[in-house]
Every structure is written in structure tokens, then in C-alpha cells.
């Protein structure tokens, strides 16, 4: 099988709209829908290969040899691979279709359909690499492509800001992610993963001496510090507490960019990574305990967050942040199989809530504000009955794929001991916000009186077919997702992971009907508060300001990055500026441009055209020399 062609020919099509994009112009779908539906035909044919029993590893180049340093392109093909090659590919196939109705007479329509194809080229590359630096270089790829498919449209200060908030609080985890490959090369010599895997328990011992941050050394495991820098990396990727801010901000971008790239994608790529080192994280239960914990605590406060939005694709968007959180959660706990089960069934029913939302906005004429709508679900049909699967999805509504995915997962963390125990609960509390917030989402956008723009509310439609037939192809996967046997399909590659035991028992039992009676009770009660009784959510925030404002204002951690960071380095940078660019670099310049007129001037004097004048310094001259040698 050319295992080549899935990556190369979206490739190709970003080379070619990025060469002649200005001369295709609006015929660009022409060139991108195909290169990726046919990259989806032959992941798909990889993944039943797979499910056959074939599996590969192979370089495909080498790019660099110097002594034990092989820097190769490769590919590596196994359950993993297949499982995520199938997710990047179907969700981006169809956020291309959709794009075509959505950015429909854009200037930038061409440069788009350029970018989703790059990011769709690195994405694939990410997955199918064989070696850690392979993988880091395409993170970097499709964080580079986040930025500038975030800043699309790039006369809008807001997408600006959003964009560089996105790069520079990426290269944060990212600076981690470089300094564990450098580790990774100390300790083993080799950047490849089945060598750092054979490895592995040769240096499960080994210990090493950092500084502390308040002095003194700390004796640390090697392996624990090559997994805790790698996970800062998937920190930042992936949206964890405490880098997750430029998430939410990214939905300034265009709604397809926040499907593929911000909802099913590359946020996911932190996740991947974990669970692609399981055999590293397996053998230090440290590392495993603050993956867990940061997905704990990621998880709750996404949906904390989520409960008082009121931009439509903020609420998704934190939504995407705490769903994250439960998939980390599970592969700090040794459930990779369900986390990356939750991982698939969330890219299809998110990414049709944000291309939902995206239909929402157009027949809005571009209205985000959840408060300026209502009463939409006769005139949006389709995007409302999609729109209500991809939410009963998210809530974990019984014979959706979410309600599967979130219940092998909770079952699996209660199996992983009393840290698991203690998230489970947490994710219980976690799926009854979600429920809710997802249900308060659909009744006041779909139910209710109508408080759309009167000059708009006569001219509300369906959009067209290419946004249409996407939503119902995503809501059909919303459900069959769940279905197709992931965890089964998956486990063999996590067989040694701690904590995987089988969910047999009371215990998975009780957790499961928890977990659906916690979807079930969010549901009735966003329908309660939000249809019955309209003026609670304005009483219980009168009543609780400081609650409602804390959630409404995303528990102020932007404020305090403000504060402690941005504020600081912005006086940093000015006090810089003043007494060194200016003080001391264009002063010495300006400097030696004073001293060189100064001594012109001077020189001048001696210049003054007279012959008297030139006489007497030649004398002068002469006295000088013969005083000179006589003494001398």
C-alpha cells in the first residue's frame, strides 16, 4: 500500500493553491475536496489493514546521518495510526465541503482552502511518525497553520490578537516538549520510538540532580522528567489548565477552522502524543499522577467556565477544553484505550456543533450572541435535529457515541484505584454540567420567542447543501461511532498499561447508570431553568453574583496572566528599550556621529583659505620636528 499518497496529496494541494491560488480564486475546492477525500478512501483502507493484523514501521527518507544522530522521515503504522489517520481525514474531508458554502465569495477563499490542506498534510504526518523528532516538527507545523488559519481574516484587530495569544502560549509547552527531546537524546541516544521503548526499563532507575526553583537540588527521575517536560508540551497543544486561554480566543477564526483544528484535531495531538509513549508514562507513576490530575482539574474547570457563556462558540469551545480534560484524565490513569475511544466519538459529534454553529451565525448574518436568538428550530431544520444529536452526544444521552465513550471511560478510571476514584466523581459532577450547559445551549439558541434582529428574523434559511449534507453525515457518525468497537480495537496496544482491568462487576454497573442519570438530570434541569422557568439564570445571578461573575469571566485567569505576566514584560520591554536601544545603542551611534561633526568643526578652524595662516603652521610644523630630534 503507498502509505505515502495520504499525507502527499493534501500536500499537493496546498502547493498548488499557494502557487496559482490567485488565479484558481473561487474554484479552489476544486483542487482541496478531492486530495482530501481520496487521503480519507486510503485511511480508510489502512485501518481495516490494520484491523487484518498488518502493521509496518519503515523510514521513508533520512534526511541527516552524523555518528549515532539519524534524522529520518518514517512512518509508523499500527492501531493508533489507523484510528487517528480515520479521525483527521473524515472530519477534515468534511470541513472542506463545508467550507465551500461558508467562506463562499471570501478574498481569501483560495489562501483558506491552502491552509486547512497544509494543516491537513502536518496533522496526517504527526500521526504517522515513527520517531520524536518527526513528531515535533509537524506539532510545530499545525501549530504554525492554527495561527494562521486563526488570523484569516487579518483585518480584524480581535482575530490578530487571538492568533498570537494562540502561538505564544503554544510555545510555552512547546519550549518543555524541546527540552525533553533533548533528554530523550541524553538518555537513549535515539530519538525513534520502538528504541527509546526497548530501553526504557534499562533506565527506569536512573535518577538526576536539578536546581530547584528556591534553591538546593532535586534527586528526580530521568524518566519522569522526559515525561513531565513532554506533557508540557501537550499542555499547551491540548488546552490543560493552565495554558488553556488561547482556545476559547481562537474562535475568532473562521467556524471550520474551530471543527478541524480547535474541536476534532489538532487539540487532540497532546492526547495522541500521551498515549503514543504510553510504555514511557507507564513507568513512572509520578508523571501518570500529574497527567491525571491536570485533566481533573482541566475537566471541571471547562465546564465550570461553559455554564454562563453567552458567545455560541465560546460555550462549545469550553466545552472542547473540558472534554479534553476527561481524555488526559483517563491516560494519566492507564485507561489510553478509553481515553482514545472518547477522543474519536468527541471529534465527530464537536465537530458538529461547531459547524452547527456555523450555520447558526450565517443565517444570522454573523449574530454569536446565544441572547439575540431563539425560536430558530422551524426555520433552521436540519441545522436544529443535527445540532440536537451532536448535544445528546456531548451529554452522554443513552445509544449516542458519547454515552458509550464517556461511560467506558469513567469505568475505567473507578478500575485505576483511589485517584481514579476520586476523578470518577468528578467526572460524574462534570458530566451533569455538561449536560446541562449543552441542553441550555440548544433551548436557548432552538426554543423560546424569537429575540433575533427584526431586520434579519424574515430572512432566516437553511444554508446550502455543501454546509447542510456535512451536519448529517456528522450526526449519523455522532451515533455510529460508537458502535464500532474502538476500545476492543485498541486494547492490544495498552495491554500493560496500569489500570486496565475489565469492566465487569457491580461497580461498572453503578458507575454507568450514574453517569447516565447525571446526563439525564442536566438535560431536565437546563429544560426546567431555560423553558419552564426563564428568570431563574437572572435571579441566580443577582443572588450569587460573585459565582456567576467568577464563571462568567473564566475564573479571571486571564486577568492574572495579564497581570503577572503580560503587564510586566510589556514594562520590561519599555524600560529595555529606553536605557538600552535607546540610551546606550542609539546613543554610542548617535555618539560617534557628534563626535566625528565636533571634530570636523575643529578641523574646519585650521582650513581658513589664508597663506599667512598655512606659513605659520608649516614653521610651527618644522619646530616641532627639529625640537623632536634634537632631544631625542
Given at each position: 500500500m503507498t502509505y505515502e499518497l495520504i499525507p502527499l496529496l493534501p500536500l499537493a494541494s496546498f502547493l498548488i493553491l499557494g502557487l496559482f491560488g490567485r488565479w484558481i480564486k473561487d474554484q479552489a475546492h476544486l483542487v482541496a475536496v478531492p486530495a482530501v477525500v481520496v487521503s480519507w478512501l486510503l485511511s480508510l483502507l489502512v485501518f481495516f489493514d490494520v484491523a487484518n493484523g498488518h502493521q509496518t514501521s519503515f523510514p521513508l527518507y533520512t534526511w541527516l546521518t552524523s555518528g549515532a544522530l539519524d534524522i529520518h522521515i518514517g512512518f509508523s503504522i499500527d492501531r493508533l495510526t489507523a484510528v487517528m489517520l480515520l479521525l483527521v481525514t473524515t472530519v477534515s474531508s468534511l470541513v472542506h465541503v463545508y467550507t465551500i458554502g461558508y467562506m463562499h465569495k471570501d478574498p481569501g477563499y483560495a489562501r483558506f482552502f491552502s491552509y486547512i490542506a497544509l494543516f491537513t498534510f502536518s496533522m496526517l504526518m504527526l500521526v504517522m511518525a515513527d520517531n520524536l523528532l518527526q513528531l515535533f516538527i509537524f506539532w510545530e507545523a499545525v501549530g504554525l497553520c492554527s495561527y494562521l488559519l486563526i488570523g484569516h481574516w487579518y483585518d480584524r484587530p480581535a482575530a490578530c490578537s487571538a492568533a498570537t495569544k494562540a502561538f505564544l502560549v503554544n510555545r510555552v509547552g512547546d519550549f518543555g516538549f524541546m527540552l525533553g527531546l533533548l533528554l530523550v537524546w541524553y538518555s537513549f541516544g535515539s530519538l525513534d520510538y520502538y528504541e527509546i521503548f526497548a530501553r526504557?526499563?534499562?533506565?527506569?532507575?536512573?535518577?538526576?540532580?536539578?536546581?530547584?526553583?528556591?534553591?538546593?537540588?532535586?534527586?528526580?527521575?530521568?524518566?519522569?522528567?522526559?515525561?513531565?517536560?513532554?506533557?508540557?508540551?501537550?499542555?499547551?497543544?491540548?488546552?490543560?489548565?493552565?495554558?488553556?486561554?488561547?482556545?476559547?480566543?481562537?474562535?475568532?477564526?473562521?467556524?471550520?477552522?474551530?471543527?478541524?483544528?480547535?474541536?476534532?484535531?489538532?487539540?487532540?495531538?497532546?492526547?495522541?502524543?500521551?498515549?503514543?509513549?504510553?510504555?514511557?508514562?507507564?513507568?513512572?507513576?509520578?508523571?501518570?499522577?500529574?497527567?491525571?490530575?491536570?485533566?481533573?482539574?482541566t475537566m471541571v474547570v471547562g465546564a465550570t467556565i461553559a455554564m454562563t457563556q453567552t458567545d455560541i462558540k465560546r460555550v462549545v469551545a469550553y466545552s472542547t477544553v473540558s472534554q479534553l480534560g476527561y481524555m488526559v484524565m483517563a491516560c494519566g490513569l492507564g485507561a489510553y484505550a478509553a481515553g482514545m475511544y472518547h477522543l474519536l466519538t468527541h471529534g465527530a459529534f464537536k465537530a458538529l456543533l461547531f459547524l452547527g454553529c456555523g450555520s447558526i451565525i450565517i443565517a444570522?448574518?454573523?449574530?454569536?450572541?446565544?441572547?439575540?436568538?431563539?425560536?430558530?428550530?422551524?426555520?433552521?431544520?436540519?441545522?436544529?435535529?443535527?445540532?440536537?444529536?451532536?448535544?445528546?452526544?456531548?451529554?452522554?444521552?443513552?445509544?449516542?457515541?458519547?454515552?458509550?465513550?464517556?461511560?467506558?471511560?469513567?469505568?475505567?478510571?473507578?478500575?485505576?484505584?483511589?485517584l481514579g476514584q476520586v476523578l470518577t466523581i468528578l467526572g460524574l459532577a462534570t458530566a451533569l454540567m455538561t449536560a446541562f450547559?449543552?441542553?441550555?445551549?440548544?433551548?436557548?439558541?432552538?426554543?423560546?420567542?424569537?429575540?433575533?434582529?427584526?431586520?434579519?428574523?424574515?430572512?432566516?434559511?437553511?444554508?446550502?447543501?455543501?454546509?447542510?449534507?456535512?451536519?448529517?453525515?456528522?450526526?449519523?457518525?455522532?451515533?455510529?461511532?460508537?458502535?464500532?468497537?474502538?476500545?476492543?480495537?485498541?486494547?492490544?496496544?495498552?495491554?500493560?498499561?496500569?489500570?486496565?482491568?475489565?469492566?465487569?462487576?457491580?461497580?461498572?454497573?453503578?458507575?454507568?447508570?450514574?453517569?447516565?442519570?447525571?446526563?439525564?438530570?442536566?438535560?431536565?434541569?437546563?429544560?426546567?431553568?431555560?423553558?419552564?422557568?426563564?428568570?431563574?439564570?437572572?435571579?441566580?445571578?443577582?443572588?450569587?453574583?460573585?459565582?456567576?461573575?467568577?464563571?462568567?469571566n473564566k475564573w479571571y485567569v486571564d486577568e492574572a496572566y495579564d497581570r503577572t505576566i503580560v503587564r510586566p514584560t510589556f514594562f520590561a520591554a519599555t524600560e529595555l528599550w529606553k536605557r538600552v536601544d535607546v540610551a546606550v545603542i542609539d546613543g554610542a551611534v548617535n555618539g560617534v556621529a557628534r563626535a566625528i561633526a565636533w571634530s570636523g568643526w575643529i578641523l574646519r578652524l585650521a582650513q581658513s583659505g589664508q597663506t599667512q595662516h598655512y606659513a605659520l603652521g608649516m614653521a610651527l610644523g618644522v619646530v616641532m620636528i627639529l625640537t623632536v630630534f634634537l632631544l631625542f
Open positions: 526504557a526499563h534499562e533506565s527506569a532507575d536512573d535518577m538526576m540532580n536539578i536546581l530547584g526553583p528556591f534553591g538546593g537540588t532535586w534527586n528526580l527521575s530521568v524518566l519522569t522528567l522526559i515525561c513531565l517536560l513532554l506533557f508540557t508540551g501537550a499542555i499547551g497543544k491540548s488546552a490543560q489548565v493552565p495554558l488553556h486561554v488561547w482556545l476559547p480566543d481562537a474562535m475568532e477564526g473562521p467556524t471550520p477552522i474551530s471543527a478541524l483544528i480547535h474541536a476534532a484535531t489538532m487539540v487532540t495531538a497532546g492526547v495522541f502524543m500521551v498515549a503514543r509513549l504510553a510504555p514511557l508514562y507507564n513507568l513512572s507513576p509520578a508523571a501518570m499522577t500529574v497527567v491525571a490530575l491536570t485533566g481533573g482539574l444570522l448574518h454573523h449574530e454569536q450572541d446565544m441572547r439575540r436568538m431563539g425560536g430558530l428550530k422551524d426555520k433552521l431544520p436540519i441545522t436544529y435535529w443535527t445540532f440536537l444529536i451532536g448535544s445528546l452526544a456531548l451529554a452522554g444521552f443513552p445509544l449516542t457515541s458519547g454515552f458509550f465513550s464517556k461511560d467506558h471511560l469513567l469505568v475505567s478510571a473507578w478500575s485505576a484505584g483511589p450547559y449543552s441542553f441550555r445551549l440548544v433551548f436557548v439558541t432552538f426554543w423560546g420567542p424569537s429575540h433575533v434582529d427584526p431586520h434579519h428574523a424574515d430572512h432566516i434559511h437553511e444554508p446550502s447543501s455543501t454546509m447542510t449534507v456535512p451536519l448529517i453525515i456528522l450526526a449519523m457518525l455522532s451515533i455510529a461511532t460508537g458502535y464500532l468497537g474502538i476500545p476492543e480495537f485498541l486494547e492490544p496496544m495498552f495491554e500493560t498499561a496500569a489500570g486496565t482491568v475489565a469492566h465487569e462487576g457491580g461497580a461498572a454497573t453503578v458507575i454507568m447508570v450514574l453517569a447516565t442519570s447525571m446526563g439525564l438530570l442536566g438535560i431536565a434541569g437546563a429544560y426546567y431553568v431555560y423553558v419552564l422557568n426563564p428568570a431563574i439564570p437572572d435571579q441566580f445571578a443577582r443572588r450569587w453574583q460573585s459565582l456567576y461573575q467568577g464563571s462568567l
